[in-house]
Every structure is written in C-alpha cells, then in structure tokens.
C-alpha cells in the first residue's frame, strides 16, 4: 500500500507550519481572509511508504456555488454540489504543498509525507458588499494523489465544505441546510487506489 491514509486537520490537532505561500492563514477552521473574503481552512497530510514526494502530483476538481442576496434579482438556481459533474482540475498551488521525504540508515528516500493545505470560500468581490448578506457557499472537491511517473491514482480523498455569514466579517456557521451539510467540513469518502 503506497499511500497509507490521508489525515484531515481542520484544528484538532497541532498546525502544520513550512509551506511556500505567505497568503496562507495562520490558522485553521472558519476565518476571514485579510482582503476581505471567509474561507475554511484546513490541512490534509498524506502518509507515503516507499515513494518519493517529489513523484507524486496533486490533482483537484471541485464544484462549487455562492449564494447570496442578489440585489439586481439574477440569482443562479442551486447546484447540486453531491451530484453534479466536478469542473476542470484545480490542482494546489504548490506554494500550499509541504513535501517531506523519510531516508533509510544509507540515506535513500523511503517514502515520506505531503500537506496539502486549502481554505476555499467564496470570492472577495461580493463578501465586502453589505447588500450581499447572507453569503453561503457550497463545495465539494475530489484530491487525487497521482504517481506521476507512472500515472497511477495511488489515493483519492473527497471532501465538502459548507458555510456562511450573515454580516461582512461575522461569525461562520455551518451552512443553512443542516439536512444536507451537518456540518461546515466533512470528509465523504476516501479510496486507495482511485
């Protein structure tokens, strides 16, 4: 088994630190971006035996949807975000990717680990309009972990996030519809091999 499991970290546990963007949060959970938009920021860590990190590529489709308080009336019909098709890859920035490689006694790369951190939310356009409130937003998104020189799917991990605000820089709920999304963050399915 190349890929050993996929840790989700949404704030339970310590914030893995090193990664190359500046723009990421200093925390994880809901938070407010500094130009203005909200977000849930999370980190997911995935445990590799016998590959090197350097040869595995992140592969990310996601479909997602803002609602909110149109003022001119043109409001988009919700998607279904559980069933709907996902859109074109989305792959990380690799500035929001840590890659750590373990070494043997004779200093070989015997697997090693890589985070991947994401906060997606809605754009910052809309969040600084008052006129907006309440803003939700709805995601799910499919993480692949590809050996690249192979082409192999060694893990998949699908994840939804769901949340709002009722006021610019308020507090952040889960979203509207407790039925569909219990919660701001969950995990629906993970799969080795594809």
Not at 170 to 188: E, Q
Request: glycine share 10%; charged share 20%.
């Amino acid at each position: 088994m190349l890929v050993t499991d996929a840790l989700v970290n949404t704030g339970q546990l310590g914030l893995v630190t090193g990664f190359g963007n500046a723009r990421l949060p200093n925390r994880l959970g809901p938070y407010w971006k500094a130009e203005g938009g909200f977000g849930y920021s999370f980190q997911i860590s995935f445990n590799l035996n016998d590959v090197n990190p350097s040869d595995i590529r992140l592969a990310r489709k996601a479909i997602s949807q803002t609602q909110y308080q149109d003022p001119t009336g043109l409001r988009q019909p919700p998607k279904d975000i559980f069933n709907d098709p996902l859109g074109m890859e989305d792959s990380p920035n690799e500035g929001n990717v840590k890659r750590e490689a373990y070494r043997d006694h004779k200093g070989q790369i015997c697997g090693g680990r890589i985070t991947v951190w994401d906060a997606p939310g809605p754009r910052d356009l809309i969040t600084k309009n008052p006129v907006c409130y309440p803003i939700e937003f709805r995601g799910r998104f499919q993480l692949q972990v590809v050996h690249q020189p192979t082409l192999t799917r060694l893990y998949t991990i699908v994840y939804v996030v769901a949340m709002r605000t009722t006021i610019f820089q308020g507090a952040i709920t889960h979203s509207a519809d407790a039925k569909r999304f219990p919660s701001m963050f969950d995990v629906l399915r993970r799969a080795h091999g594809g």
